[in-house]
């Protein structure tokens, strides 16, 4: 670096600057970096800036014999050679970083440490904001309107901690996660599962920033923080609950019946999710097979239906030759544009929300002790298809699974169900 007027720098004496702001001090001072030390004994000299708690450090070109540091004066000792031009060369860097401070902060007074420091190195800041928002802009144009409203949840909760919408990536490191996932627990009280959504979502960010160029790969601090999550438990239900559920007559209410008997065709018809059930159509229902593309992964594949299915949608078969279009179970408007996909995705979510409501009830008057959501038949149907001896490939194909990893977490729940059966010979 080379630096101008040195001599015009009186006020830099102690190379202490502390800028005020209308709202909090800026404190910029010289530092030798004792804990930088090379193999040849030198430290770097370094100018640190701290505001709000938060610190930030810009490199000088100086690299001195520790010995030659007064730290008591920041400043070169007399005996370093050529010590005058040397703290008149740091006093330089002082005046121009405390320029620029005040040039930010005159701009913006909620400007950090990291944007006087980029503002001043010339290097290039990344929006936190921008970044996340082209990627829920792509979730919108692709669709995924659940995964939209759960990333934009997780982006308010940044700006909310940050307590500004001006964040930038470089000013999220390492502490800056620490304490966000500490203000997750602590503030808003969230569970560890919840946390480790949140954090997988901040990660997103710094990962499509890094495929647009816009960042380096080793300046995300998801390189060096843990993720932690808890394994969950997979409520399923057995063959016999299923019996108990399917034997319930006289149910209360306009939909119960209904809600009761869409579940149990997802149980045994592929453990096809909430979303496709609602939408399927008498025109995927060639007879024997329904044929659909998987709302989540939209892969296209085909399900056999067991006679029991077939038994349960033949309930629903409405009369009359125009019925192709009309839906198997009668829970969304039959006008409903499905080229609306907010209107779509609000619609399945008020209608999972009925479901689920009225199978906690079912579930009470089947004597089933367990907390029973429509997901469940996911976990029953691959559980009760490993049991039957279906081949795990199958079950992962039949549940649009994208990584047969998915399915083997079933077929490990269901051996620990075997070797807990098998105790019984004991």
Not at 262 to 275: D, K, P, Q
Request: contains cysteine.
């Amino acid at each position: 670096m080379q630096w101008m007027f040195y001599h015009c720098l009186p006020f830099c004496i102690h190379h202490i600057c502390t800028l005020k702001s209308l709202e909090m001090a800026t404190t910029i001072i010289a530092v030798c970096r004792k804990d930088k030390i090379n193999s040849q004994g030198l430290a770097p000299i370094y100018i640190r800036l701290t505001k709000a708690r938060r610190t930030s450090y810009i490199a000088t070109d100086l690299r001195i014999d520790p010995k030659y540091w007064d730290d008591k004066s920041k400043k070169l000792k007399p005996g370093y050679p050529n010590s005058a031009q040397a703290n008149t060369y740091l006093n330089g860097v002082v005046f121009q970083i405390q320029a620029e401070a005040l040039q930010e902060q005159t701009a913006n007074r909620q400007t950090t440490v990291r944007a006087i420091k980029d503002k001043f190195t010339g290097d290039k800041t990344v929006s936190f904001i921008e970044v996340a928002q082209g990627l829920l802009d792509r979730y919108m144009r692709n669709k995924k309107i659940s995964t939209h409203d759960t990333c934009k949840a997780t982006v308010s909760k940044v700006i909310q901690f940050a307590k500004t919408d001006k964040l930038t990536l470089q000013e999220i490191d390492l502490r800056f996660l620490t304490r966000f996932e500490a203000y997750l627990r602590d503030e808003l009280g969230n569970r560890t599962n919840t946390v480790h959504k949140d954090m997988r979502i901040v990660r997103r960010v710094f990962n499509a920033a890094f495929r647009q160029g816009l960042i380096e790969y080793n300046q995300s601090p998801f390189h060096k923080y843990t993720m932690k999550a808890e394994k969950t438990f997979r409520e399923h239900l057995v063959e016999k609950e299923l019996v108990q559920l399917a034997e319930l007559r006289h149910l209360p209410g306009p939909k119960m019946e209904l809600h009761r008997d869409m579940f149990l065709f997802a149980c045994y018809t592929g453990g096809i999710r909430v979303s496709d059930v609602l939408l399927l159509r008498w025109s995927d229902f060639d007879g024997t097979h329904i044929h659909l593309a998987d709302r989540k992964t939209s892969s296209q594949h085909s399900i056999k239906l067991p006679n029991i299915s077939l038994a349960i949608i033949a309930k629903y078969k409405p009369e009359g030759e125009n019925v192709a279009e009309g839906y198997v179970f009668p829970m969304l408007p039959a006008d409903l544009d499905l080229d609306d996909f907010v209107e779509v995705d609000r619609r399945i979510s008020c209608a999972t929300a009925y479901i689920n409501k009225n199978l906690k009830s079912l579930a009470k008057m089947a004597g089933i002790r367990k907390h029973l959501h429509f997901h469940c038949s996911r976990h029953t149907f691959a559980c009760l298809a490993l049991t039957k001896g279906m081949g795990i490939e199958y079950v992962s194909k039949l549940m649009a699974h994208s990584n047969i990893k998915q399915t083997q977490v079933y077929a490990k729940l269901v051996n620990a169900e075997l070797d807990a059966a098998m105790e019984k010979f004991n």
